[in-house]
């Protein structure tokens, strides 16, 4: 039987199980994520971060994050509107301040390094709207939110069940 957070009754594919509990199995590594993103997120506004982390967990597919972050941002009072919107912000941009979608863009800059690099304009956009420590700690934000869709993606983590503020 699967289990999903909706209470509708729905003939769902089976839920994967996870490929490795990298946490259990990893404590220290786990214990010194949790203290990085703490010391990451100080510095970066509470909804900003949200939008980071749901932007960085869709282009990089992980659908665990994707649950928990969703989630937070709701618990929050984040709109619906903007977090269904978030995947497609260059079409629907104002529902977003201009300091956002700058953040929204380095977000997607530092995430697919594509180019190797992150473009000089989309930097510059940032740093006009983040003083450099702001910047600083927005940068890092978004490099740990990119580690850990890349545990929660090589791992498998199921998506489903996360309660939102489980991890605060």
Partial sequence: MTTHTDTATHSFA???APRLEWSRHAPEVWKAMLRLSKAASEGVDPGLQHLV???????NHCAFCLDMHTKD?????ESVERVV??????????????REL????????????TDGFVPDEVYETAAKHF???????LIAAI????????????CRLTPGHYTPGQYA
């Fill in 73 to 77: 941002a709701l618990a929050a009072g």
């Fill in 102 to 113: 700058a953040a929204i863009e380095l977000t997607e800059a530092i995430t697919v390094l």
């Fill in 53 to 59: 982390n749901i932007r960085a967990s869709q282009l």
């Fill in 131 to 137: 003083d450099e420590a702001e910047l600083a700690h």
């Fill in 143 to 154: 490099t740990v939110i990119n580690a850990w869709n890349r545990f929660g993606v090589t």
């Fill in 85 to 98: 919107q978030l995947s497609a912000w260059d079409e629907s941009r104002h529902f977003y301040t201009e």
């Fill in 14 to 16: 089976p839920e994967r």
